[in-house]
């Protein structure tokens, strides 16, 4: 963890940036009139304290060997991921608008190798962490002081290899490795609870033998500080659940599983970025 960044990075300032991934990844999904507004827009507080405040890493330097490694399990959410990363300044936010295009670099999940700042190529549900075990387990061989996050969706967590990695990391006290959990209760399909109930996940990391942090996932604050407590954990890995809001930040997309995966047409956009936009220049003002 980069302290001085830390010291210098406020939560308004985190907060502020949260919502200007919404607006990117908004208008990206609107520009390829495809991809999964509602994952990108619950996440934008665990990028934006990840990106913004905790994780060691630098846009100008994006392959230092020291640097700390994401892994979007949910690799579908990416437009919240890119923007993040245009935001950071590994490119500019000009070319979120190519999201989806053929020949874009900004594929509909994360493609390594495509763009600086991405660690895994995601997409295939249940598999990221897997991946990010197997950083963490050569960074403990390596004894690099490096440390790997892997963000898991909640239904996503009904993949049987999730919770095989979950056994992987607990025996091997991977305590390099933070998961977060994207807990919005939604999936494609409906409710998580109606499709293949994970409210047990807690009981489960725990039983698994991880240290388990639940926090407001949309609440910056609680999540630097679980952050922090998470490094500070010796012995086994930890797993921050944040209890989120599926499509939070525009009131027509909030807790709606109908917004999975659907682009806004020109219309709702106009009326989703008034809504986005207003809560930046807020934030601005105060």
């Not at 890493?57 to 245009?86: M, Q, T, W």
């Not at 594929?107 to 249940?126: C, N, Y």
């Not at 409210?199 to 609680?222: M, Q, T």
């Not at 106009?270 to 986005?276: D, F, G, R, V």
Request: hydrophobic share 40%; net charge negative; charged share 25%.
């Amino acid at each position: 963890m980069n302290s001085m960044i830390n010291e210098k990075v406020n939560i308004k300032e985190i907060e502020k940036k949260a919502y200007e991934i919404r607006h990117w990844a908004l208008r990206a999904v609107h520009a390829a009139k495809s991809g999964h507004p509602g994952g990108s827009l619950s996440e934008a507080e665990i990028l934006a304290v990840l990106y913004f405040n905790i994780m060691d890493i630098d846009p100008k330097n994006p392959e230092k060997k020291d640097r700390d490694r994401f892994v979007l399990s949910k690799g579908h959410a990416c437009p919240g991921l890119y923007s993040a990363l245009a935001l950071k300044g590994y490119f500019n936010t000009k070319e979120l608008l190519t999201f989806r295009n053929i020949n874009s670099n900004l594929q509909g999940h994360p493609a390594l190798g495509k763009i600086k700042g991405i660690d895994m190529s995601t997409g295939s549900l249940g598999q990221g962490l897997s991946a990010a075990n197997g950083m963490a387990l050569a960074g403990k061989l390596d004894d690099a002081d490096y440390r790997v996050y892997a963000l898991l969706g909640d239904g996503e967590i009904e993949e049987g290899q999730i919770w095989e990695a979950a056994m992987t990391s607990a025996h091997y006290k991977l305590d390099n490795l933070c998961a977060i959990l994207d807990r919005n209760g939604l999936q494609i399909d409906g409710k998580t609870c109606d499709v293949m109930n994970s409210d047990s996940a807690i009981e489960k990391f725990l039983a698994f033998g991880w240290n388990v942090i639940e926090v407001d996932g949309h609440n910056a604050g609680e999540l630097m500080m679980a952050f922090e407590k998470a490094e500070a954990e010796k012995g086994r890995p930890t797993i921050i659940v944040a209890n989120t809001i599926k499509g939070k930040g525009v009131s027509f997309m909030e807790d709606n599983a109908g917004w999975h995966g659907k682009a806004p047409s020109d219309e709702e956009l106009e009326i989703a970025l008034k809504e986005i936009d207003e809560k930046i220049n807020a934030m601005e003002v105060n």
